[in-house]
């Protein structure tokens, strides 16, 4: 890639970060109610989201009698945590921990 080609690569994403960052506040703009489908993606996405990553991180994972074990684990010590502190962040840091332990340590 050229140093011009390389130029043009980061203007373009620089520019799509920007515009993505800043349509929404352009869009609606404080003061204004958004329309009612806005609010009910904004309360249906976090959910889907979630799900698609869970999906998404379990896809290769083999369930037999010894495979699979440390995920099985993890999952259910990140409900847990999640249940106890309902931290978002905190569940998704600690269940990566503590998954990495399993594996390092166990498994």
């Given at each position: 890639m050229?140093?011009?080609?390389s130029?043009?690569?980061?203007?373009?994403?620089?520019?799509?970060?920007?515009?993505?960052?800043?349509?929404?506040?352009?869009?609606?703009?404080?003061?204004?109610?958004?329309?009612?489908?806005?609010?009910?993606l904004?309360?249906?996405?976090?959910?889907?989201?979630?799900?698609?990553?869970?999906?998404?991180?379990?896809?290769?994972?083999?369930?037999?009698?010894?495979?699979?074990?440390p995920?099985?684990?993890?999952?259910?010590?990140?409900?847990?945590?999640?249940?106890?502190?309902?931290?978002?962040?905190?569940?998704?840091?600690?269940?990566?921990?503590?998954?990495?332990?399993?594996?390092?340590?166990?498994?």
């Amino acid at each position: 890639m050229t140093t011009l080609q390389s130029i043009f690569t980061i203007a373009a994403v620089a520019a799509g970060t920007v515009l993505t960052r800043f349509l929404p506040f352009l869009i609606f703009p404080e003061g204004k109610t958004p329309p009612k489908y806005i609010t009910w993606l904004g309360t249906v996405l976090p959910h889907a989201v979630i799900g698609l990553l869970v999906v998404y991180c379990l896809k290769d994972a083999v369930f037999s009698a010894s495979h699979g074990l440390p995920e099985l684990i993890a999952m259910g010590f990140i409900f847990i945590l999640h249940r106890w502190k309902k931290n978002t962040l905190l569940s998704i840091a600690g269940g990566t921990v503590f998954y990495m332990f399993l594996v390092q340590n166990f498994f």
